[in-house]
């Protein structure tokens, strides 16, 4: 049987890690992938990349796939259409599910079921404690042999100061990444928003800023102790990004990502459209309740000026599908997060329109950014590495279209982009070097 082959001609490649971005034609199969090819079998498939963008697949560091036990939700089949409908073939999971992720046998089936499956791929991050109770360590060791990248107890993080310096002692050993969700929730108290005139004026409980980065600077002066890696999750206020800023100034192995919300929304935005100051909390939309919550203008141009200037590592989603009568009890009974899969890249290429960083930024954002934190430099992200067979997908920068529910492939709609214009659209994306998935025109 011949093998499936993918000619894109004139397309222009770029891949960040591998130092290219020219406009030339790209040869795709699962035996690898070929740039500017000198020959080519007649029974490959020919697609137009003329005006398109080809890029590595893209790697989403946070995604919540709720599978196992909130299927209802999400789960590998359903999270895997709307990943490759983003570009992302590569997903990072979170050990939230029922039961938690803490166990080295349900950590190898989270990804050997997706392989199985020909699904995109799934890299887990595991329990950093048993049953993300932050009382005991789980096995560490245990769990990198099962596959694990990293370790984290996402939305419950480790508020103990030994616990948490004893697990990046185990991490270190481990070569694990730890992955924090950075909240201190004695402070925050789980409250539904940021501290902020919206919040007031709706009558809601509010959190202060101080919860996330009292953590940020505890634990990076632990990691710095103890020589571990350390990955912010969802960083989403300036100060701190200036502790990770400086952490890596001292040669710290500290890494953070932002997602997209944070880099568009400010708490003002969680208003219903048409509303300009809300007087209860029904005049605010639960698909923009976000954890950590979305925070203030400040805070939000700090950020893109991190994308900017190199601070920000990554830029992750957080993908996080709620159904729609979870999602309207009303704000402050609803449960925190949105989707993000199929939205990241147009998000992000926002801010290339806009001048604020160039294509080859962006895409090191989502491609060759995200790898390095994984330290799986040449094995993701890269089209000219060890990764084989090959993930790719092609780009139209151009493309505008709307975010409804009918265009996502989420089995849940908590989008919090709906009704907004995007520039930017995957057209293909090739997984394990076979096309995927095709848009519809």
């Given at each position: 049987m011949?093998?499936p082959l993918?000619?894109?001609?004139?397309?222009?490649?770029?891949?960040?890690?591998?130092?290219?971005?020219?406009?030339?034609?790209?040869?795709?199969?699962?035996?690898?992938?070929?740039?500017?090819?000198?020959?080519?079998?007649?029974h490959?498939?020919?697609?137009?990349?003329?005006?398109?963008?080809?890029?590595?697949?893209?790697?989403d560091?946070?995604?919540?796939?709720?599978?196992?036990?909130?299927t209802?939700?999400?789960?590998?089949?359903?999270g895997?259409?709307?990943?490759?409908?983003?570009?992302v073939?590569?997903?990072?999971?979170?050990?939230?599910t029922?039961?938690?992720?803490?166990?080295?046998?349900?950590?190898a089936?989270?990804?050997?079921?997706?392989?199985?499956r020909?699904?995109?791929?799934?890299?887990?991050?595991?329990?950093?404690?048993?049953a993300?109770?932050?009382?005991?360590?789980?096995?560490y060791?245990?769990?990198?042999?099962?596959?694990?990248?990293?370790?984290?107890?996402?939305?419950?993080?480790?508020?103990?100061d030994?616990?948490?310096?004893?697990s990046l002692?185990?991490?270190?050993?481990n070569?694990?990444?730890?992955?924090?969700?950075?909240?201190?929730?004695?402070?925050?108290?789980?409250?539904?928003?940021?501290e902020?005139?919206?919040?007031?004026?709706?009558?809601?409980l509010?959190?202060?800023?101080?919860?996330?980065?009292?953590?940020?600077?505890?634990?990076?002066?632990?990691?710095?102790?103890?020589?571990?890696?350390?990955?912010?999750?969802?960083?989403?206020?300036?100060?701190?990004?200036?502790?990770?800023?400086?952490?890596?100034?001292?040669?710290a192995s500290?890494?953070?990502?932002?997602?997209?919300?944070?880099?568009?929304?400010?708490?003002?935005?969680?208003v219903k459209?048409?509303?300009?100051?809300?007087?209860?909390?029904?005049?605010?939309?639960?698909n923009?309740?976000?954890?950590?919550?979305?925070?203030s203008?400040?805070?939000r141009?700090?950020?893109?000026?991190?994308?900017?200037d190199?601070?920000?590592?990554a830029?992750?989603?957080?993908?996080?599908?709620?159904?729609?009568?979870?999602?309207?009890?009303?704000?402050?009974?609803?449960?925190?997060?949105?989707?993000?899969?199929?939205?990241?890249?147009?998000?992000?290429?926002?801010?290339?329109?806009?001048?604020?960083?160039?294509?080859?930024?962006?895409?090191?954002?989502?491609?060759?950014?995200?790898a390095?934190?994984?330290?799986?430099?040449?094995a993701?992200?890269?089209?000219?590495?060890?990764?084989?067979?090959?993930d790719?997908?092609l780009?139209?920068?151009?493309?505008?279209?709307?975010?409804?529910?009918?265009?996502?492939?989420?089995?849940?709609?908590?989008?919090?982009?709906?009704g907004?214009?995007l520039?930017?659209?995957?057209?293909?994306?090739?997984?394990?070097?076979?096309l995927?998935?095709?848009?519809?025109?």
């Amino acid at each position: 049987m011949l093998q499936p082959l993918s000619l894109i001609r004139g397309a222009r490649v770029i891949d960040p890690a591998a130092g290219i971005d020219a406009i030339v034609d790209v040869l795709i199969g699962p035996g690898g992938v070929t740039i500017d090819p000198s020959s080519v079998p007649d029974h490959a498939r020919r697609v137009d990349g003329r005006g398109q963008w080809a890029l590595p697949g893209l790697v989403d560091l946070q995604v919540h796939l709720r599978d196992p036990g909130l299927t209802h939700k999400e789960d590998q089949l359903t999270g895997s259409r709307a990943a490759l409908s983003g570009g992302v073939t590569t997903m990072v999971v979170m050990p939230n599910t029922r039961p938690v992720l803490d166990d080295p046998a349900l950590v190898a089936a989270q990804s050997s079921s997706a392989d199985a499956r020909g699904l995109a791929r799934v890299l887990v991050a595991a329990a950093a404690t048993r049953a993300s109770a932050g009382q005991a360590l789980s096995d560490y060791r245990a769990l990198k042999a099962a596959g694990a990248v990293a370790v984290t107890d996402d939305g419950l993080p480790v508020q103990d100061d030994a616990l948490m310096e004893q697990s990046l002692i185990s991490c270190a050993a481990n070569d694990l990444v730890f992955m924090q969700h950075a909240e201190d929730t004695r402070i925050s108290q789980h409250r539904p928003m940021t501290e902020c005139e919206v919040q007031r004026a709706a009558g809601i409980l509010g959190q202060p800023a101080e919860a996330e980065w009292v953590m940020v600077e505890r634990d990076v002066a632990l990691a710095e102790r103890t020589g571990a890696r350390y990955h912010v999750l969802h960083l989403s206020t300036a100060r701190s990004l200036a502790a990770v800023r400086r952490a890596k100034e001292r040669g710290a192995s500290v890494t953070c990502e932002v997602s997209p919300h944070h880099l568009t929304f400010t708490c003002n935005d969680v208003v219903k459209a048409g509303i300009e100051l809300p007087s209860t909390e029904a005049d605010l939309d639960p698909n923009k309740k976000m954890n950590p919550p979305l925070r203030s203008g400040a805070d939000r141009r700090a950020l893109v000026d991190g994308l900017a200037d190199g601070t920000v590592d990554a830029v992750a989603t957080d993908h996080a599908p709620h159904t729609a009568a979870e999602k309207g009890q009303g704000f402050a009974r609803a449960p925190f997060g949105t989707t993000g899969l199929e939205t990241m890249l147009g998000v992000l290429l926002r801010f290339v329109h806009d001048g604020t960083i160039d294509a080859r930024r962006a895409v090191e954002l989502v491609t060759s950014g995200p790898a390095r934190v994984l330290r799986r430099q040449g094995a993701l992200g890269t089209l000219s590495g060890r990764q084989a067979p090959p993930d790719l997908c092609l780009v139209d920068p151009e493309r505008s279209w709307v975010v409804t529910t009918g265009a996502l492939q989420s089995r849940s709609k908590n989008n919090c982009f709906l009704g907004l214009e995007l520039r930017g659209r995957v057209t293909a994306t090739w997984l394990r070097g076979r096309l995927a998935y095709q848009l519809i025109a």
